[in-house]
């Protein structure tokens, strides 16, 4: 079954403690993305991929990075996590390598709390 | 800025009553967007896709239209039923940005059985 898979899907933590969010797909989509969604702000982009060691900042980057060495694979790290990061994530994945002719799949979202 | 819209911002209609949800936008240089569906716990599934070439598509009692020149899509869901229930979000690809997608601010849809 062609799916996008984010792990885990729930996590409280404490501030500063680093972590990571993995997210895997497999559909040999080239173009990856991190989102995260926040009551009365919807959802923003965090960071993208257009390719294997390709990245670049989306919309609200602060606080987190991010790795794609692999296709199939775009972890979203935390490394010093804080209050204001306490939300709801979602990978996203497309055939690619941009948007603007294909459909955008999504995982089914990560519900991180930051005490 | 693209800035994009959904109204209502909540609907409620009786089991089995067509509706219609709508989606509007700012910048008329979209290359496509896409609805989505979004329940509890259960992340985002795509519905339909249009591309700015097209006016519409369809899947099964859904069917999404797409008018470039008004700034606005619609999405028809005829014969609704309990299960149509969720929050809907409509999501476009638009000029000078076309690695993201930019989302309205969400439909939440109740079907009363």
């Known amino acids: 079954e062609a799916q996008v898979t984010q792990n885990p899907r729930y996590l409280i933590t404490v501030t500063g403690k680093k972590l990571t969010v993995t997210c895997s797909q497999n559909?040999?989509?080239?173009?990856m993305s991190w989102y995260r969604q926040d009551p009365g702000l919807g959802l923003r982009q965090i960071y993208y991929s257009m390719n294997v060691e390709v990245t670049d900042k989306g919309d609200v980057p602060e606080g987190y990075k991010v790795s794609r060495k692999e296709k199939r694979n775009f972890p979203l790290i935390l490394e010093s996590p804080s209050p204001n990061q306490t939300s709801l994530y979602f990978c996203?994945?497309?055939?690619?390598?941009?948007?603007?002719?294909?459909?955008?799949?999504f995982g089914q979202g990560t519900r991180l709390t930051v005490v | 800025k693209q800035e994009v819209t959904q109204i209502p911002a909540a609907l409620s209609v009786p089991e089995g009553e067509n509706l219609v949800l709508n989606c509007s936008f700012t910048?008329?240089?979209?290359?496509?967007l896409q609805w989505f569906r979004q329940d509890p716990g259960k992340g985002l599934t795509s519905l339909l896709l249009i591309q700015s070439s097209q006016r519409e598509q369809t899947s099964g009692r859904l069917n999404a239209s797409l008018d470039k020149s008004s700034g606005r899509s619609t999405l028809y869901i005829a014969a609704s039923q309990p299960g149509d229930s969720a929050t809907y979000l409509c999501a476009g690809v638009y000029g000078g940005a076309t690695n993201k997608l930019i989302f309205g601010t969400g439909t939440l849809l109740a079907v009363q059985p």
């Open positions: 559909m040999n989509h080239e173009y």
């Open positions: 910048d008329s240089a979209i290359y496509n």
């Open positions: 996203a994945s497309s055939r690619g390598p941009g948007l603007w002719d294909t459909e955008a799949f």
